[in-house]
């Protein structure tokens, strides 16, 4: 079935550092592509999207793009802040299924 | 503009008592997903609805869970009874668009549960 796979363990790391965290899928049709981020006692919020392939989401100055090639989904951010600590799910959603299928998340600490 | 809105927020029980979640999803909104998410086995999509009616439930992990969309505006899950390894945070969240839409789900903030 549809599966996410994100790169193993917590991301430390200070501040103004560049962030990457890596996101590759498996999909037997032609999915959407999803970046949700969870603050600390809240639920999971929209972070960006990208619904087909060569997309670039952007949001609060993170991007992903769309792989197809390499079915992947990194995510980016050029210069974190202590703010943008919090936990990081890549989720896909294949228009046959309507499940949204789940990383299993990456917990990224800033330090000032 | 309302978000999701779950209650209660915690909910601490003994063991064998029955539990009721509640979840009001966004207006407008024709889809209702309830999650569970746990620190072993990450987020498991428990059930979804479309246009208040039950499509997937393949994820319930047992009898003792049940979910219910009685119309547009409120879901429940309830288990009964209660055991100690069904304590996670339990997300509900919805979606605009029909079956097959690529819109976003919008999460609500989670009804975090402790059986005792």
């Known amino acids: 079935g549809d599966s996410v796979t994100q790169m193993e363990g917590p991301v430390t790391l200070s501040e103004e550092a560049f962030l990457t965290i890596n996101c590759t899928y498996t999909?037997?049709?032609?999915?959407?592509l999803f970046w949700y981020v969870q603050y600390p006692g809240e639920g999971l919020q929209l972070l960006l999207k990208?619904?087909?392939?060569?997309d670039k989401g952007s949001n609060k100055g993170f991007e992903a793009t769309y792989r197809k090639e390499t079915t992947s989904f990194h995510l980016e951010k050029g210069s974190v802040q202590v703010s943008d600590s919090a936990v990081y799910f890549c989720?896909?959603?294949?228009?046959?299924?309507?499940?949204?299928?789940f990383g299993k998340g990456n917990q990224v600490v800033v330090i000032p | 503009d309302a978000g999701v809105i779950q209650s209660p927020r915690h909910e601490v029980t003994e063991m064998g008592q029955e539990v009721t979640l509640r979840c009001k999803p966004i207006?407008?909104?024709?889809?209702l997903f309830w999650y569970r998410q746990t620190m072993m086995r990450g987020l498991e999509l428990l059930i979804y609805?479309?246009?208040?009616?039950?499509?997937?439930d393949s994820g319930m992990p047992e009898d003792r869970f049940s979910a219910k969309m009685p119309n547009a505006s409120f879901s429940t899950l309830k288990i009964q009874p209660s055991e100690p390894r069904d304590s996670a945070v339990y997300f509900c969240?919805?979606?605009?668009?029909?079956?097959?839409?690529?819109?976003?789900?919008?999460f609500g903030d989670g009804t975090r549960l402790s059986i005792l």
């Open positions: 969240a919805s979606r605009q668009g029909q079956a097959n839409s690529n819109q976003p789900q919008h």
């Open positions: 999909a037997t049709g032609y999915p959407s």
């Open positions: 990208a619904t087909k392939a060569d």
């Open positions: 989720a896909l959603s294949d228009r046959g299924n309507n499940r949204l299928a």
């Open positions: 207006s407008g909104h024709n889809s």
């Open positions: 609805f479309n246009n208040n009616v039950p499509i997937d």
